[in-house]
């Protein structure tokens, strides 16, 4: 185990790995997956294939009759949450409170632990799991097709783990175990809670991953093309070229991309860059990350979902019809063997 440090200001987070984790905490327990999609498939798979007890827990759809293809065992959801110990929820966040509520909160009974990889419904308090059962999370860091890849080759993918609600004193070996059978503790799970992991993947997405990156790409876009460059030249420097430059960021970091790229690249880039996170955009981010924390981005897109997406439907048409979308869907064409 890596206990944490501290570096300079920063306290380093706790990692544990394969020898601190006890698959034998999991003998004679069944784990119940809520939903067979793309990370519970995944999960489910590779906590069968080391040696867990794992049931499925679905609506009658494609998704049930692939489990089944795939050698599971399928129950009703309120049938998988009372045969179960542990009940995954990996349905989609909308969703799950009125599942939770319906389905599963019956079948919460002392001793049982009620599980997550994403924290949403916890912090904002959507669902409310009784005092008496455990509540944990493993959150692998990587889409479900790579935490099973990954788990193929011997390897695992890195993910988090948290405990809210400690029942039964045996919340986090129980976590440690599951992140073991997911094959994560191969490559190592960080410790963190529910709200630090809920606020920072919302913000993430936000500011950065989701939206912060496609709003930059529209907007570089936009000022090329209003100035008079071709759409398709402008499409290649701003869109596709960004994989190019993540790829290096992941790989070794943001000082080792800079040496990857031209001394001309890291100059212009460097200086002005900063131009564009100005700090009034630094203020911005402080302003949308305050709305995650006080629940009001929560607040919002659950009465979305239950208007039934209309804002982000008309959003999807939308961006659909965009110059960039069009050039795009064309040019990638390009890249596909005839």
Known sequence: MLTQKIMGDLIMAQIYYDDDADLSVLEGKTIAIIGYGNQGGAQAQNMRDSGVNVIIGSIEDESAKKAR??????????????????????????????????????????????????????????????????????????????????????????????????????AKDIVLAIAKALGSTKAGVIETTFPEETETDLFGEQVDLCGGVTELIKASFDTLVEAGYQPEIAYFEVLHELKLITDLIQEGGLEYMWKCVSNTAEYGGRTRGKEIITGEIRETMKGILKDIKSGKFADEWVGECEDGMPNLKRMREDDAKLKIEVVGAKLREMFVKK
């Open 69 to 170: 293809e795939d050698g599971f065992e399928v129950y009703p959801i309120s049938e998988a949450a009372s045969k179960a110990d542990v009940v995954h929820i990996l349905i989609p966040d909308e969703y799950q409170g009125g599942v939770y509520e319906k389905e599963i909160a019956p079948q919460m009974k002392v001793g049982k632990a009620l599980m997550f990889s994403h924290g949403f419904n916890i912090r904002f308090k959507r669902i409310k799991p009784p005092a008496d059962v455990d509540v944990i999370m493993v959150a692998p860091k990587g889409p479900g097709v790579l935490v099973r890849q990954t788990y193929l080759d011997g390897f695992g993918t890195p993910a988090l783990i948290a405990v809210e609600q400690d029942a039964s004193r045996k």
